[in-house]
């Protein structure tokens, strides 16, 4: 599995277009839940390839814990939305709409024998102005691997809401951001114009700032998937 890559920029490149403060929290903790399970095949439904009999199930959900109830409820909305497209009833806790999303995925009507689902929503920076879900996720449906992504969500702690990569950066910063990924990339993997170096192995038109990030008291951080 290609493995992540992580790049950090300067925060200084942030817009400076929302100047109020975020409403102060005596704390922003978090309380995790977990649902893990599987379903066992019944062993005359096996193909003789098959060594696998069971398939699996895991959601972890990092809920938010906050003395402002308006950030919290936003925030438990938003996890509602990430979680529709397999559950779709927006009046259920988070944790009632992971059982469901089990008992879809568990479905022995539906499923296969080694099917994995992994699904991690989880809390990854928290500065004083956003912070940081990290999505996670890996899929096993046959095959030599299965597929794993990881989707950062930048939410901003005055509205609750998701923001967009355009709405962190002053105007045209596309080109400057673009050349310190490079940057970084050749400093990480070597010079371009030695063509042993795995920087000259990546096509470079998709090191450009792709609005997968996460944002830390460090800086801005890039993510970006394998196979895509």
């Known amino acids: 599995m290609k493995k992540l890559l992580l790049l950090l920029v300067a925060l200084s490149l942030l817009a400076a277009c929302?100047?109020?403060?975020?409403?102060?929290?005596?704390?922003?903790?978090?309380?995790?839940?977990?649902?893990?399970?599987?379903?066992?095949?019944?062993?005359?439904?096996?193909?003789?390839?098959?060594?696998?009999?069971?398939?699996?199930?895991t959601c972890q959900v990092d809920e938010p814990v906050t003395n402002n109830q308006a950030l919290k409820d936003s925030i438990l909305a938003w996890m509602r939305q990430?979680?529709?497209?397999?559950?779709?009833?927006?009046?259920?806790?988070?944790?009632?709409?992971?059982?469901?999303?089990?008992?879809?995925?568990?479905?022995?009507?539906?499923?296969?024998?080694?099917?994995?689902?992994?699904?991690?929503?989880?809390?990854?920076?928290?500065?004083?102005?956003?912070?940081?879900?990290?999505?996670?996720?890996?899929?096993?449906?046959?095959?030599?691997?299965g597929m794993q992504s990881l989707i950062p969500h930048v939410i901003n702690l005055r509205t609750g809401t998701e923001v967009e990569e355009e709405d962190l950066f002053v105007e045209d910063y596309e080109e400057p951001v673009a050349g310190l990924i490079r940057a970084a990339l050749q400093k990480e993997w070597g010079s371009p114009d030695d063509p042993s170096s795995t920087y000259c192995m990546m096509e470079e038109e998709g090191m450009v700032p792709n609005g997968f990030l996460g944002v830390s008291e460090e800086g801005v951080t890039w993510y970006f998937q394998p196979y895509v």
């Open 18 to 57: 929302n100047r109020n403060n975020p409403p102060k929290l005596d704390e922003f903790t978090v309380n995790t839940l977990t649902v893990s399970d599987s379903v066992q095949f019944p062993a005359d439904d096996l193909e003789d390839w098959n060594f696998f009999d069971k398939s699996y199930y």
């Open 82 to 145: 990430q979680m529709l497209d397999t559950v779709l009833d927006d009046s259920n806790s988070i944790l009632e709409l992971m059982m469901l999303d089990r008992d879809l995925n568990l479905d022995i009507e539906s499923t296969e024998p080694g099917y994995i689902t992994e699904t991690f929503l989880m809390l990854k920076e928290v500065t004083d102005r956003y912070i940081t879900y990290s999505e996670d996720s890996y899929l096993y449906f046959g095959g030599a691997h």
